[in-house]
């Protein structure tokens, strides 16, 4: 069973933070994503940390990421790509708004014709 109550009181540090780091499209980040409901993707350990992809930047508050995961999973709701050498796969159903705030530390860098192919299969996806 989840316990929330330690996501709250990490939700309640974040939140308090002042400043939001600077961040760019493209971008691969550990996030604070906590504990969420049902089939959401969770972050893990003490700080609930989970690295997202990025992919769109609407302002220096907010943006859109996609969370990651290595677990190799094959169907039209996941894109594969390497990072340090290592498979890594974007989560796009997951595809979520987030404050900056949530960010914690920088880990790697799509690259820009992988970070194209990504933004086709979202747009395939839509209706």
Request: charged share 30%.
């Amino acid at each position: 069973m989840k316990d929330f109550r330690k996501w709250h009181d990490k939700k309640s540090v974040v939140d308090e933070l002042a400043k939001r780091p600077f961040f760019h499209e493209r971008e691969i980040w550990f996030c604070h994503l906590g504990l969420n409901i049902g089939f959401e993707q969770d972050g893990k350990g003490e700080d609930f940390l989970r690295p997202v992809l990025i992919i769109r930047k609407f302002n220096n508050e907010i943006f859109w990421a996609i969370p990651l995961t290595r677990t190799n999973k094959k169907s039209l709701y996941y894109f594969h790509f390497k990072l340090h050498n290592k498979e890594s796969v974007a989560i796009l159903s997951q595809i979520r708004l987030i404050d900056a705030r949530r960010l914690s530390h920088k880990i790697g860098e799509v690259g820009k014709f992988e970070f194209g192919q990504l933004k086709q299969k979202i747009k395939a996806l839509l209706p």
